[in-house]
């Protein structure tokens, strides 16, 4: 008898400026289970932050093209900026448990 092992996602949701990075990244260092997805966005990177780290900064274009492919759980757009969470990653990190 094989035991499926599947991880479990939460979802932080909250307004900009609220703290949804401070915590996560707090849970992360703390808890080696523990997992954050990184989200796609076509705004520009600020100061001290890293591609493939903090965002995935894509051009609208691109964000446009995974869009139609249907590729994002969630997507919004906010203060003119498209953000959205692509399955495929999550989906990855849910499977290892």
């Not at 780290?53 to 900026?81: M, P, Q, T």
Request: hydrophobic share 30%; net charge positive; aromatic share 12%.
């Amino acid at each position: 008898m094989t035991i499926e092992k599947n991880g479990m996602m939460f979802v932080l949701s909250s307004p900009s400026g609220a703290g949804k990075t401070t915590l996560t990244k707090k849970l992360a260092e703390n808890d080696t289970n523990f997992s954050i997805s990184i989200s796609y966005t076509t705004r520009k990177p600020r100061p001290n932050e890293i591609n493939g780290k903090d965002y995935y900064f894509v051009n609208d274009r691109e964000f446009e093209s995974l869009l139609k492919e249907d590729n994002f759980y969630e997507y919004a757009n906010i203060f003119n900026n498209n953000y959205g969470t692509l399955k495929k990653p999550v989906l990855e990190l849910l499977s290892r448990g």
